[in-house]
Antibody, heavy 118, light 107 residues
Framework: EVQLLESGGGLVQPGGSLRLSCAAS????????MSWVRQAPGKGLEWVSA????????YYADSVKGRFTISRDNSKSTLYLQMNSLRAEDTAVYYC???????????WGQGTLVTVSA | EIVLTQSPGTLSLSPGERATLSCRSS???????LAWYQQKPGQTPRLLIY???SRATGIPDRFSGSGSGTDFTLSISRLEPEDSAVYYC????????FGGGTKVEIK
């Protein structure tokens, strides 16, 4: 059974940093691309970033480019999202998601809440 | 960035009726890269349709997708109370985006 367990969320001040982690199990992690998708309270889904499984190519939404960095450690089956220069509009539940490259998301974690507030 | 616009914002229908949800893309989108998800309150999204018209595993045939170019549609025939949810379209090319969602309410 696929399991994706996010951690690292919390309350941070504007301009601060946070690192999210997603521990994966139940599948061969290195064979899959992974993404972060966020959902602000009461709002819709927003794709944030993705990383391929093979060559580690990375992709970002314009709203986070230059501030967020996605990475992965295939030896630990773990996905990361380093978030710097956080803004109030980054407040959201951040979901870790599994997919094959250029395929739809087939599994989601339960999410971790990031709140950016003074 | 490809912008996906979903309409209507909210759809209120009775059990047994047919729901038709629209997803319009700001640029021509390959039908191979268009998906639909269902999200119920307090739950994570569930993949319904991929490649514009292929049902994901375990999805009943009441759900169907169609479209090409810039116009895509999700149809739900014979609505059931459990279909009450928000539905999102997504294009999953190299820079994915989601639509804003359509809320389906069952009267």
């Amino acid at each position: 059974e696929v399991q994706l367990l996010e951690s690292g969320g919390g309350l941070v001040q504007p301009g601060g940093s946070l690192r999210l982690s997603c521990a994966a199990s139940g599948f061969t992690f290195s064979n899959y691309a992974m993404s972060w998708v966020r959902q602000a309270p009461g709002k819709g889904l927003e794709w944030v970033s993705a990383i391929s499984g093979s060559d580690g190519g990375t992709y970002y939404a314009d709203s986070v480019k230059g501030r967020f960095t996605i990475s992965r450690d295939n030896s630990k089956s773990t996905l990361y999202l380093q978030m710097n220069s956080l803004r109030a509009e980054d407040t959201a539940v951040y979901y870790c998601a599994k997919q094959r490259w250029l395929q739809p998301i087939d599994s989601w974690g339960q999410g971790t809440l990031v709140t950016v507030s003074a | 960035e490809i912008v996906l616009t979903q309409s209507p914002g909210t759809l209120s229908l009775s059990p047994g009726e047919r729901a038709t949800l629209s997803c319009r893309s700001s640029q021509s989108t390959s039908s191979s890269f268009l998906a639909w998800y269902q999200q119920k309150p307090g739950q994570t999204p569930r993949l319904l349709i991929y490649g514009s018209s292929s049902r994901a595993t375990g999805i009943p045939d009441r759900f169907s997708g169609s479209g090409s170019g810039t116009d895509f549609t999700l149809s739900i025939s014979r609505l059931e109370p459990e279909d009450s949810a928000v539905y999102y379209c997504q294009q999953y090319g190299s820079s994915p985006t989601f639509g804003g969602g359509t809320k389906v309410e069952i009267k």
